[in-house]
């Protein structure tokens, strides 16, 4: 098909095409050009070697759980991350963010996007940005995968030889040498460190998401001296600092790509109200331990009561939080769960949401969790609820033959307000010795399939989640046209 323009048309495409670029909210005026390191590794292989180290890290860190503090790190975190420019972004990378119940001025971020943040870090930042500025450093280092760049510039071993020492060397300190003592490489963690090269990318990247993201770019060259100042003679020394060398003229070097970027007027933070919150939050605290302090202990970590990461302990649960966070799955669905429980990967079909110690893996891999629930869709069986119900728990019966019904027949519920049935079982579960009670809600999908809800408990602690378990299942919400 043939197509005519005239002259005057044209010349008018050409002013709105003038006046949109110039309507757009400008981020940057002449801003540095950051190539990717070369990696030998995949981008997997940063997922693996993150969610790993994460494991071992919050088995031996002090993590604090608490909610008004974790909720404002993470809205913190995941406004940076959305800043991150579209060639950084990486689809398999799932940022997190925890407080660390630690003194030390430190943080840190494991490839593929687990971050940590010291309480002492919050403590010592005089503002939001400069808070800010470190996690925009440390995204920065994941983004750009400059852990397993490191790796491939300083060895020639197998991945397999050098996670650990990759893990360690990010990290740092007294955890960092228990996280990397499972690697056998001679070289040690400290040839992994971060260069002096990538320590310059990380600080003009983070520059940038920060001024993307509406913070002054110019407070993370701030942080730096900050942190000089408050940790110079303190107590472990500057841990930060020492596991991101100063690359020369660090601070003078930030303020110059400051001064080539604009902040994002869309989205500019003026407002302290809540960084002080949290800060006076921390501080009315009792003493933090020190990481050299939570490195001696052994890998016990009282503080937490968290139990084995690779196994439910079995034991002292927390309880719900009274704060719920929501969680979306697309457009197909969202749902509300307690603060202090984590959305956890389930098979292709259900996620699992449990709190901390509640969950974990068996010696043959199968994924476990004692308090929890876990939704999902299982295939449909001619768009009849009953016998899709049958067919799902005469497969969820079939991995778990401990569990009997514990009534007759189904009892009548709701799930977003469509017909839905509702089961309970109990039995003693052997990875755990205790009995629990699992109750399965299900609701027929227009495709034919259901959607389910499973709710877990150990018998003597199912009344204290009972209402969580009933507020989360209100919480549903399906589209499912």
Known sequence: MRTHHSTRATQLMAWLMAFAIFALPLVAVAQTDIKVPSNK????????????????????????????????????????????????QQPQFRYSFDVVNARDINAFALPGG????NRGMIEAARSEGEMAGVMAHEISHVALRHATAQATETQKFQIGSVLGQIAGAVIGGGIGQIVGAG??????????????KYETQADI???????????????????????????????????????????????????????????????????????????????????????????????????????DERYPSGGQVAYPSTRYRTYSSGDFFRVSVPDNWRELGGGGSSITYAPEGAYGQLSNGQSVFTHGVMVGVAGGQGGDLRQSTDAYINQLLSGNSYLRAQSRGYQRASINGRTALSATFAGRAPSTGQTEVVNIVTTQLRDGNIFYMAAVAPQNDYRNYQSAFNNILRSIQLNDR
């Open 205 to 307: 990247l983070g520059a940038q998401i920060m001024a993307r993201a509406g913070y002054d770019p110019r407070d993370l060259a701030n942080m730096f001296r900050t942190i000089e100042r408050q940790s110079g003679g303190g107590s472990g020394g500057p841990e930060w600092l020492s596991s991101h060398p100063n690359p020369g003229n660090r601070y003078e070097r930030i303020n110059q790509e400051a001064a080539q970027l604009r902040v994002n007027s869309n989205n500019v933070t003026q407002d302290t109200r809540a960084f002080q919150q949290v800060q006076a939050r921390l501080r009315s605290m009792g003493r933090a331990p020190t990481m050299e302090e939570a490195a001696r202990s052994g890998g016990q970590n009282p503080s937490n009561n968290r139990g």
């Open 183 to 196: 690697s056998q490489v001679g070289f040690g963690a400290a040839a992994l460190k971060y260069s002096r």
């Open 41 to 88: 590794y995949s981008v997997s292989d940063d997922v693996k070697l993150g969610r790993d180290a994460a494991q071992q890290v919050e088995q031996q860190l002090p993590i604090l759980r608490d909610g008004t503090v974790d909720n404002y790190v993470e809205r913190v975190g995941r406004r940076l991350v959305a800043a991150i420019p579209p060639e950084f």
């Open 114 to 117: 687990p971050m940590y943040v």
